[in-house]
């Protein structure tokens, strides 16, 4: 039972706070790129990034050493504050962070320095290790307490993590549990340990997680493919549902292979074909993968054209190159096309692109 009646779910939490959003902004957000705002050198590329990722995010929590929470959390201020076009709910590139986890000794000042300080600029808080409603409702409540105070006119959204064995049983009130929620990522490393998988990698397949064909003429001694299966397919499916039930947006989560970028395609496409939006970018060079994977292909785009125009008013069913093609297509091609329209809006190369398709 909800500890809220559906009237009261969009009205502020605090006073002053601004009103909650009653639809989640459809902004591309292909690769959210991760940076260290304590580390001079990945400082220092983050201005000419603006405007090539949808989303830079200003990480906080793993991967920064614990001597350097302090500067990280005070870089993150001062690049939002100095970098023109970032954040800001209408720039070019988004700014995301991803605070340190709710029992941590770091959280509270995280949200208490960054939100009276650069709230206005801040699009999205990345929320790791939520187990439950209860993680969602506190961030709730403590951004509504400090928009307030900080006199901010439009809502900071939280993205959650899905890294715990209770955060996926409980993935649907997670998603339900705010007005607020813009979307879940998969955190495959801190999930595998949580879960006790015996994989010992950040994302990816496994070569041991595998099917077998039967053995030829019942000999198993015999040659036998094997073929490698994903790990993630359970898992990724359940997150895109709970998110398409709520309106809210899934993404794959980060790749750890750096240096393997045929695989991190792979596992970014079967994550697109999926449903998910986006994927993270650890490394500058996964930003190129994540931003071609997660935007139609030309061919897509023609085809989809293609049935809407063969589809009419959208009722029936019609014979295309041999196959059928009925509503429920139809649907799946309005799917592609309005994403196409989304990222036109903001990649005037993939305008050029989409814009330049004939439909037969
Ligand atoms: C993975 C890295 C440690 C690799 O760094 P490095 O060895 O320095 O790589 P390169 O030498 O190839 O770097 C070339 C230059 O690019 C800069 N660089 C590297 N990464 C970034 C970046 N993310 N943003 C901006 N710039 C970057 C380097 O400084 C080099 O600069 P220069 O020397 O001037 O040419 C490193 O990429 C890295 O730390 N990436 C981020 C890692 C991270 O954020 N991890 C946390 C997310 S994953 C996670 O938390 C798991 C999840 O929660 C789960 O549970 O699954
Ligand atoms: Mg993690």
Avoid at 2 to 14: E, G, I, M, N, T
Avoid at 70 to 96: C, D, K, N
Avoid at 233 to 257: E, L, N, Q, R, S
Avoid at 340 to 352: H, N, V, W
């Amino acid at each position: 039972m909800s500890h809220k009646s559906p009237k009261d779910f969009f009205a502020p939490l605090a006073v002053g706070a601004p009103a909650p959003l009653r639809e989640i902004p459809a902004r591309p957000s292909r690769a959210i790129h991760f940076f260290d705002p304590s580390n001079p050198k990945m400082v220092d590329k983050i201005p000419q990034m603006v405007g090539t990722v949808d989303v830079l995010l200003g990480n906080l929590e793993d991967a920064v050493k614990a001597d350097n929470k302090l500067a990280a959390r005070e870089g993150l201020v001062r690049i939002a504050q100095e970098t023109a076009g970032l954040g800001g709910h209408s720039g070019p590139t988004q700014l995301w962070t991803r605070i340190n986890s709710l029992d941590s000794p770091w959280v509270l000042d995280d949200l208490t320095t960054l939100v009276p300080a650069i709230g206005d600029k801040l699009d999205v808080v990345m929320v790791p290790k939520v187990q439950g409603p209860a993680d969602i409702h506190y961030v709730d409540r403590l951004l509504a307490q400090l928009e307030a105070k900080a006199g901010l006119t439009r809502p900071i959204l939280i993205h959650a993590i899905l890294e715990t064995a209770r955060g996926m049983a409980n993935v649907e009130e997670i998603c339900g549990a705010s007005p607020r929620m813009q979307g879940l990522s998969l955190g495959p490393a801190d999930l595998a340990a949580d879960r006790k998988m015996k994989t010992t990698r950040v994302g990816g397949g496994h070569p041991g997680y595998l099917v077998r064909e039967d053995p030829v003429g019942g000999d198993i001694a015999g040659e036998r493919r094997t073929f490698q299966q994903d790990l993630w397919h359970y898992t990724i499916a359940k997150m895109v549902d709970a998110c398409a039930t709520h309106g809210i947006y899934p993404y794959y989560g980060p790749f750890g292979d750096i240096a393997d970028v045929v695989a991190c395609e792979d596992q970014f496409r079967n994550a697109f074909l999926l449903g998910c939006v986006g994927a993270w970018s650890l490394h500058p060079k996964q930003i190129e993968i994540a931003n071609r994977v997660f935007s139609p292909s030309a061919d897509d785009i023609r085809h989809a054209r293609r049935v809407v125009a063969a589809m009419g008013d959208g009722t029936g069913a019609v014979m295309l190159d041999g196959k059928m093609e009925d509503d429920a297509s139809l649907k799946q091609c309005l799917v592609l096309v309005e994403l196409a329209d989304e990222l036109s809006r903001i990649d005037p190369t993939l305008k050029e692109l989409y814009d330049s398709i004939e439909v037969d």
